[in-house]
Nanobody, 117 residues
Framework: QVQLVESGGGLVQPGGSLRLSCAASGSIFWNYVMGWYRQAPGKQRELVATIATRLTTNYADSVKGRFTISKDNAKNTVYLQMNNLKPEDTAVYYC???????????WGQGTQVTVSS
């Protein structure tokens, strides 16, 4: 069983920055695609960014140029650096791990990000 624990959310003013962290149990990065998703009130969960085992990254158009996903294999941690935050970035952010061999997906509990003046 893979466990994912997010941290780093909070309240920030428009234009500010936050860095989210997702600590994963076990050495899963070699076989998993890691990602961040978000869900705003009344909306469906949506992809924010993913990073594959060979460090290939993918971003939602709405965050390109502002957000950066990265991972530290030694620490079993994936990060989401969020810059120039906008009110529309307000959501609960979830960490996700998808096992490459069979597509089994795991989720963290989520961390709230609120962008407001």
């Amino acid at each position: 069983q893979v466990q994912l624990v997010e941290s780093g959310g909070g309240l920030v003013q428009p234009g500010g920055s936050l860095r989210l962290s997702c600590a994963a149990s076990g050495s899963i990065f070699w076989n998993y695609v890691m990602g961040w998703y978000r869900q705003a009130p009344g909306k469906q969960r949506e992809l924010v960014a993913t990073i594959a085992t060979r460090l290939t990254t993918n971003y939602a158009d709405s965050v390109k140029g502002r957000f950066t996903i990265s991972k530290d294999n030694a620490k079993n941690t994936v990060y989401l650096q969020m810059n120039n935050l906008k009110p529309e970035d307000t959501a609960v952010y979830y960490c996700n791990a998808v096992r490459g061999v069979d597509g089994v997906s795991y989720w963290g509990q989520g961390t709230q990000v609120t962008v407001s003046s």
